[in-house]
């Protein structure tokens, strides 16, 4: 499945509410126009917002609804962009083009190698390298969309630059020390990013659900709503109203009340209770007594 998802993905989009499915669902057709659709839900979105992307603009569509498609359609592009630059930094690290005074650098990758004249030998052992890597590919069934990966290319890069007798990695050192080590790379990435997160002073308006869910909405766009599944708050009956709000609009995102503030009210509350209350102001007294009496 691609990044755009496909039709038998689940049916999140703004879209599907405008378009009209088909018995065998190998195409829709939109809810306006009637216009046969296939390919993906961005599809239809193009044809309500007539960026003319392939397919005829929708005469019929509301202004509301177009530029509705026209905002996730932005979004979409919006996250493919981060999802590249997300991509380009992994590969960084993969290729160690990040040094440890913090200079970037740059790996020496295959296109900028000094270029040699190719002749019938090279492009005839080219071809008897691509057939090992198709016969790994099929032998052990993996996906033809992994030689899009960034680390795929990169792996060939490090081997090219390496040279001849080049001893691949053992599945003993893939799972030991490879594994360890790119365990700490993904770790200063993340160190990298954290650099970058700000927090939000909400003090004006931390009493009104409504504001706090504006706050807490922009935050999951900023991050991607794909990379979100929970938001953890206190009990207050504002973050709870704020929680609310976002598993309205956002369905594959759950709000969780924080369990040790939950622990706090049920330790507040017994507390309150006769049997316990005069143990306790007892105790403050005795607290209270021997700080006061050092």
Not at 66 to 82: D, G, P, S
Not at 169 to 184: A, G, P, Y
Not at 247 to 254: L, S
């Amino acid at each position: 499945m691609d990044e755009e998802g496909s039709k038998n993905a689940r049916k999140t989009d703004v879209a599907w509410k405008y378009s009209i499915m088909t018995l065998n669902e190998k195409y829709f057709r939109s809810k306006f126009c009637n216009q046969q659709i296939s390919g993906t839900i961005n599809r239809l979105k193009q044809h309500l917002t007539g960026t003319h992307k392939g397919i005829k603009p929708c005469p019929k569509v509301p202004y509301e609804v177009a530029e509705e498609c026209k905002k996730a359609l932005l979004k979409l592009q919006n996250v493919k962009i981060i999802r590249k630059a997300t991509l380009e930094e992994m590969r960084a690290v993969a290729t160690g083009s990040d040094n440890m005074d913090g200079e970037s650098g740059s790996s020496p990758t295959m296109s900028n190698l000094p270029s040699k004249a190719r002749g019938p030998l090279d492009d005839f052992e080219r071809k008897k390298v691509c057939q090992r890597i198709g016969r790994f590919f099929f032998s052990s069934g993996i996906p033809f969309n992994v030689a899009n990966d960034p680390y795929y290319l990169s792996m060939f890069e490090g081997v090219a630059n390496y040279g001849p007798g080049f001893v691949p990695s053992s599945m003993h050192e893939l799972r030991t020390w490879i594994l360890k080590d790119e365990v700490t790379n993904i770790n200063k990435m993340l160190d990298e990013h954290k650099k970058s997160w700000k927090s939000i002073d909400a003090s004006d308006s931390i009493k009104s659900g409504e504001i706090l869910a504006l706050h807490l909405n922009k935050i999951i766009d900023e991050v991607g709503e794909e990379n979100v599944v929970q938001i953890i708050t206190d009990n207050g009956s504002n973050f709870i109203n704020a929680g609310k709000r976002i598993m309205e609009t956002r369905p594959h995102i759950y709000w969780t009340p924080c369990a040790a503030h939950c622990i706090d009210l049920l330790l507040e509350d017994i507390g309150k209770l006769k049997m316990h209350q005069d143990t306790l102001t007892k105790a403050k007294e005795v607290v209270r007594f021997i700080y006061g009496h050092t």
